[in-house]
């Protein structure tokens, strides 16, 4: 990319959480998951996105 710092804010504006996301995101999670905190938890999706979904376009039928 010719500006890579300009990429890079684009980016970070996608995201609500203001920053992007970190492999430390998804370990984070799966710790959790494993832990006795997550017993109750069961059959759910986590989106790992910094609500970067939140954010698209609903499509269009």
Do not use: C
């Amino acid at each position: 990319m010719p500006d890579s710092a300009q990429v890079r804010r684009e980016l970070l504006v996608m995201h609500p959480a203001g920053r992007l996301g970190e492999p430390k995101d998804i370990g984070n999670l799966a710790v959790w998951l494993a832990s006795d905190e997550s017993t109750f938890v069961t059959g759910q999706v986590y989106v790992i996105d910094g609500g970067r979904t939140k954010k698209l376009p609903l499509p269009v039928p």
